[in-house]
């Protein structure tokens, strides 16, 4: 069970420090020329700060608690998928949302996971200053880490406002990235049966 720890990548704390945070929004209010005492920006710097503790959540949680007890032997080989995940991240280089889908795959090797845990695994990845191709490397390791499957397939396709605000060209917005490990890696008619089914009528990104 060591190696989820690992692969959970956490830092160090309990959580947000708030009061900094607090601060640090409020001289960035004042930086913009704002008036910080202003009706409509009183209480913004508290709750910047309480949103950013729950934003930020997945640095700081418990990966054995949130695997618990939904770890389950089984004698099956097939192909278990979980698509079209909903995430919502940090952009790291911006602090901006990331947003879209997650898809996940994995060959058993004599254990399953839970499937309402494979969305908290992406959360805990999501819910943090990110980018999209190591997120999603991540998810894969830390479910490689917690079922040893004969491999893991991650697609994630991610809208980055960083890009589409700014105006920067908007095809640079959508983004598409993957990480295939084990099987997924060495059999390409594995990956191409992960691809084909996840390919397809999974509506528009934002809805
Ligand atoms: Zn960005």
Do not use: W
């Not at 950013?52 to 192909?79: R, S």
């Not at 479910?143 to 605000?165: D, F, R, S, Y």
């Not at 060209?169 to 490990?181: D, E, F, G, L």
């Amino acid at each position: 069970m060591h190696n989820i720890e690992a692969a959970a990548e956490l830092l160090d704390g309990i959580g947000v420090a708030r009061p900094e945070v607090e601060q640090a929004v409020r001289r960035l209010l004042e930086a913009f020329g704002e008036d910080v005492s202003r009706q409509g920006l009183e209480g913004t710097p508290e709750r910047v700060a309480r949103m950013y503790d729950e934003l930020l959540a997945g640095y700081h949680v418990d990966p054995h608690a949130m695997i618990n007890d939904a770890l389950f032997d089984v004698e099956y080989d097939e192909m278990v998928i979980v698509r079209d995940i909903e995430f919502y991240s940090l952009c790291e280089h911006h602090m901006l949302p990331f947003l879209g889908r997650a898809h996940v795959a994995y060959t058993p090797s004599n254990k399953v996971i839970g499937l309402s845990k494979v969305p908290r695994i992406v959360d805990l990845f999501a819910r943090r200053l990110q980018v999209q191709e190591r997120m999603t490397r991540q998810i894969a390791d830390f479910l490689t880490a917690a079922i040893h499957p004969h491999g893991v397939g991650v697609v994630v396709e991610g809208l980055h406002l960083c890009a589409m605000m700014r105006g920067v060209k908007k095809a640079n917005a959508r983004m598409v990235t993957s990480a295939m490990c084990g099987s997924f890696e060495t059999n390409s008619q594995t990956r191409q049966e992960f691809l084909a089914l996840i390919a397809g009528n999974s509506g528009p990104i934002l809805t």
